[in-house]
C-alpha cells in the first residue's frame, strides 16, 4: 500500500470512525495541529485555518463572507491560544469559552500569537464581537450536543506517528454531514502527513 487509504470495507480498516458505534475510534484533530505547532508554527497554523474553514463553511450556505472569516479567525484564535497554554481542546472547552464574552475576550490578554489572529475581532464594537461570537457558537453547537459526535472528537484513539510511519486503511461512515467534514478535515491531516514524511 501507498500510504494511508479510506476504504469502504469497516471490517478491513484499521481506523474506523463511526456515529453510535462504541467501538468506533475517536478523533480530535486539534491534537495533530497541537503537536504539529511544537515542531512548525506557521505549518500548523495554516492548517488550522484551513481545518477550521472546512469545519465551519456549509456548502449550500449564502452568508456575508464577512461573519464566517471572522468566526474562523476567532476559532483559529481560540486553538492557538489553547495550544500555547497547554490546555486540552476539545469542543466542549471551546464552546465554554465562546458563550462566555468576558473570558473570552480574556483570554487574548497574556498570548501573543494568538492575540494577532485576533486582534481586529476584538477591536470591533461589542454588536459586532458578539455576533461573531454567536456565530461561532451556532456552529460548533453540534459538536455539543450530538452526543455521539461530541464523544467521537473530544480526544483521538489513534497515535497520529501511526498514520506517518504506517499505512493504514481508514473507514469514515459518512451517515451525516458532520461525518463528511470528519472525512475532509482527515484528509487534509493526511496530506499533510504524506507531504511531510
Known amino acids: 500500500m501507498d500510504g494511508n487509504v479510506f476504504t469502504n470495507n469497516m471490517e478491513k480498516a484499521d481506523i474506523v470512525l463511526e456515529l453510535n458505534n462504541e467501538n468506533s475510534d475517536c ?3 486539534y491534537d495533530y495541529v497541537k503537536n504539529l505547532y511544537s515542531d512548525n508554527k506557521d505549518q500548523a497554523i495554516s492548517l488550522l485555518m484551513e481545518i477550521n474553514k472546512l469545519l465551519l463553511y456549509e456548502e449550500r450556505e449564502i452568508a456575508d463572507p464577512f461573519w464566517l472569516t471572522n468566526a474562523t479567525d476567532l476559532l483559529t484564535g481560540i486553538v492557538i491560544n489553547m495550544i500555547v497554554k497547554n490546555n486540552d481542546i476539545t469542543f466542549d472547552n471551546i464552546y465554554n469559552i465562546v458563550v462566555d464574552n468576558k473570558k473570552l475576550k480574556a483570554i487574548f490578554d497574556d498570548e501573543e500569537i494568538s492575540y494577532k489572529m485576533v486582534e481586529n475581532i476584538l477591536n470591533y464594537s461589542d454588536d459586532i464581537f458578539l455576533s461573531v461570537a454567536s456565530l461561532l457558537s451556532t456552529k460548533l453547537k453540534p459538536f455539543i450536543v450530538i452526543e455521539s459526535l461530541k464523544h467521537l472528537t473530544e480526544k483521538s484513539t489513534f497515535i497520529y506517528d501511526k498514520l506517518k ?33
Open 165 to 197: 510511519s504506517s499505512d493504514l486503511s481508514i473507514y469514515i461512515a459518512n451517515s451525516n454531514p458532520h461525518m463528511e467534514k470528519l472525512k475532509n478535515i482527515m484528509e487534509i491531516i493526511l496530506k499533510d502527513i504524506k507531504d511531510n514524511k
Open 27 to 29: 478523533f480530535n484533530f
